[in-house]
């Protein structure tokens, strides 16, 4: 089992910077490919950021492609999702999410955080 704690989500204006940070505990998920997620209010989860466990490959939808950057730590069982020129199009809760094999855009992963509340303001 793997349990995840995201953090670092707060309020922000429109063109600030966040940098979120999801700490896996439990099982080790260095051989993990590990995602970003987010959920605004009646909108349907959707897929921001995307790592390989090697971090060699990236995944972005065209939403944030530019923005956001993914990178981990397997040594500190954690990865980050770094936020740049954020816009209010961006508030949702953000979970971080962990699955063997490969990356998808779809949220077919195995293990969940209980998410971080970004809000932006314009």
């Known amino acids: 089992q793997v349990h995840m704690v995201e953090s670092g989500g707060e309020l922000v204006q429109a063109g600030g910077s966040l940098r979120l940070s999801c700490a896996a505990s439990?099982?080790?998920?260095?051989?993990?490919?590990m995602a970003w997620f987010r959920q605004a209010p009646g909108k349907e989860r959707e897929s921001v950021a995307a790592?390989?466990?090697?971090?060699?490959?990236?995944y972005y939808p065209e939403s944030v492609k530019g923005r956001f950057t993914i990178s981990r730590d397997n040594t500190k069982n954690t990865v980050y999702l770094q936020m740049n020129s954020l816009k209010p199009e961006d508030t949702a809760v953000y979970f971080c999410?962990?699955?063997?094999?490969?990356?998808?855009?779809?949220?077919?992963?195995?293990?969940w955080g209980q998410g971080t509340q970004v809000t932006v303001s314009s």
């Open positions: 999410a962990a699955r063997r094999g490969t990356i998808v855009p779809t949220d077919e992963y195995d293990y």
């Open positions: 790592i390989s466990w090697t971090g060699v490959s990236t």
């Open positions: 439990g099982r080790t998920t260095s051989r993990y490919v």
